[in-house]
């Protein structure tokens, strides 16, 4: 997401089923998921713009356009063209006359007065652009990991029932490390709408940084989930193909930011010897630990 980071990373874990740990280590790789292979199938999607209905959203920027344009009368149009001119035109209109904007105003307020928007049209263009954002979407290829090295639910779910393994991903920052831009992911009852306001989002066009604007939109995709995930506490790093990019779903890792490697408590003792050799073969200061279960019946590890 290109974004430089002010703040130090927690421990992040990567949970991996025995297959995935020994391709992960033998490759030397680790897989960046296309956002439709996940779990969650509205991951990474949006499922509306506005937080009312379109005919709703569309009438409040009708009715709120001039008093929107009246807020910015002065500031450059960011929009492209044709559509920066118009603005224009009619910013250099109410400088000129501010007589006209109370015209449109009273003309607007009119039940006969004609729609500034085709409302069928709109919606149909509305359902059109989520479309075209979602299949954009797969265009990322996105690592997830978590904050938590002792979630029952990850280790059955991410790591064979307890077959598999966790490790520990920290960054080389002298090598200036991809995965220095991990980012915590939101997580909200449901999938947010694009955008909170529909006025807000028509002044930001128009008016806003278009460029600072498309990258909070895309990290508003894809840095959210639902609440159901929030055991996961999950942080991505989320990379976006170029244009005429060969797929990929693999990139390597320096050696070193493999740092920890935890045992599942039902590993098959072949499959642990063999991992512990290819992680040591790796980074030979690898820290190994076994998982347990203590009195308590919770997860806990000890040095290997």
């Known amino acids: 997401m290109g974004l430089m980071r002010s703040v130090a990373l927690p421990p992040l874990y990567k ?11 033998r490759n ?20 509306s713009i506005f937080p009312e209905e379109t005919e709703v959203a569309l009438k409040k920027i009708e009715h709120g356009f001039t008093d929107m344009i009246l807020q910015h009368l002065n500031d450059p149009p960011t929009c492209s063209s044709p ?11 109410y400088r000129t006359n501010p007589e006209a904007a109370d015209v449109v105003k009273t003309e607007m307020a009119n039940e006969g007065a004609e729609p500034v928007f085709d409302i069928s049209y709109m919606r149909m263009r509305a359902e059109a652009f989520v479309k075209e954002i979602n299949e954009f979407m797969q265009s990322y290829r996105v690592l997830c990991v978590t904050t938590h090295k002792d979630c029952e639910k990850m280790w059955s779910g991410y ?16 090598k200036d490390s991809k995965f220095q ?17 529909a006025l807000e989002f028509i002044a930001a066009s128009l008016f806003g940084n278009q460029e600072a604007r498309r990258r909070a939109t895309l990290e508003k995709i894809v840095y959210t989930k639902t609440l159901e995930w929030d055991h996961e506490n999950e942080y991505r790093l989320a990379i976006p193909m170029r244009q005429n990019e060969e797929p990929w779903n693999t990139l390597p890792y320096h050696p070193e930011e493999i740092t920890e490697l935890y045992l599942g408590l039902a590993m098959e ?14 980074n030979p200061n690898i820290a190994i630990f076994g998982a347990k279960r203590g009195a308590d019946g919770k997860l806990g590890f000890d040095r290997v």
Do not use: C, W
């Not at 949970?15 to 280590?25: D, H, N, P, S």
């Open 28 to 47: 030397r790789t680790f897989k960046h998921a296309k956002p439709s292979d996940f779990n969650d199938t509205e991951d990474l999607t949006i499922q």
């Open 181 to 197: 831009r991990f980012y915590p992911v939101i997580y909200h009852e449901k999938r947010p709408p694009l955008y909170d306001d």
């Open 159 to 174: 790591a064979d029932n307890h077959k598999g393994i966790a490790l520990r991903i920290e960054p080389n920052l002298a």
């Open 15 to 25: 949970y991996l089923g025995v297959q995935g740990a020994k391709l992960t280590l």
């Open 83 to 93: 559509m920066q001119e118009q603005i224009a035109l009619i910013q250099h209109v």
């Open 269 to 282: 003792k072949a499959d642990m010897d063999d991992i512990v050799d290819m992680a040591q073969a790796i």
